[in-house]
């Protein structure tokens, strides 16, 4: 079945630093959404790339979807200790249904 | 609009007990979604549900099960529990945007099994 694979497990960084987690799919999706999970919290929606090579910017978070729709990464530019907590990706693959494959997720950790 | 809520939030159950959790989607909705978060497994698809029809279903045994009312309420069951079902259950509703869903989770029943 579709597997979604994400990468680094965990990241620790002093602030300030830059941060990027990568997302491999094994096939090939329709978007792809980004979460992000506070400690203790729920999972809140971040952004959907639907475009081939899209790029979009929220802020210091710049989201990028492969030319191939397999891949997606997302890079935190000059990171803060409010950009703490773990960052899902999630396939949607044809059909465009509610049905999402969600990678392992990626924790970060800011040292102040 | 309001978001996504779930009740309760936590449950304590016990080996063999069942358990009916309950999901509100946003308004306007008509697709939720169930997922299963564990530390081991992550986020697992469980099932999802759009019009009242179950449209789409993970990997999980026939223990958990699932409905939607037509206000768009979605509950799920969950019979026969065990110890590994202790897990945070999320929902999550869905909405078109621009011709693609967009998924808002609720803040989750944290379930625990003894």
């Known amino acids: 079945g579709q597997q979604v694979m994400q990468i680094p497990q965990y990241q620790h960084v002093q602030e300030g630093e830059d941060f990027t987690t990568y997302c491999n799919s094994s096939?090939?999706?329709?978007?792809i959404q980004w979460y992000k999970q506070r400690p203790g919290g729920h999972p809140v929606f971040l952004i959907q790339?639907?475009?081939?090579?899209e790029v979009k910017k929220q802020k210091r978070l710049t989201f990028q979807f492969g030319e191939a729709k397999k891949n997606s990464s997302l890079h935190i530019t000059a990171t803060q200790t409010t950009d703490v907590g773990t960052y899902f990706c999630?396939?949607?693959?044809?059909?465009?249904?509610?049905?999402?494959?969600f990678g392992q997720g990626t924790t970060l950790q800011v040292k102040p | 609009k309001a978001g996504v809520t779930q009740t309760p939030r936590y449950l304590i159950k016990t080996r063999g007990q069942q358990v009916t959790l309950s999901c509100s989607p946003i308004?306007?909705?008509?697709?939720v979604s169930w997922y299963q978060q564990t530390p081991g497994q992550g986020l697992q698809f469980l099932f999802e549900?759009?019009?009242?029809?179950?449209?789409n279903k993970g990997n999980f045994p026939g223990r958990f099960s699932g409905r939607q009312f037509s206000n768009s309420r979605s509950e799920m069951n969950v019979s026969t529990l065990e110890l590994g079902d202790s897990a945070l259950y999320l929902c999550?509703?869905?909405?078109?945007?621009?011709?693609?869903?967009?998924?808002?989770f609720g803040p989750g029943t944290r379930l625990t099994v003894t």
């Open positions: 999550a509703s869905s909405g078109l945007q621009g011709g693609n869903y967009e998924q808002y």
């Open positions: 096939t090939t999706l329709s978007n």
């Open positions: 790339l639907v475009k081939s090579g």
């Open positions: 999630a396939g949607q693959g044809s059909g465009n249904t509610g049905k999402l494959i």
């Open positions: 308004s306007g909705h008509r697709s």
């Open positions: 549900y759009f019009s009242e029809t179950q449209r």
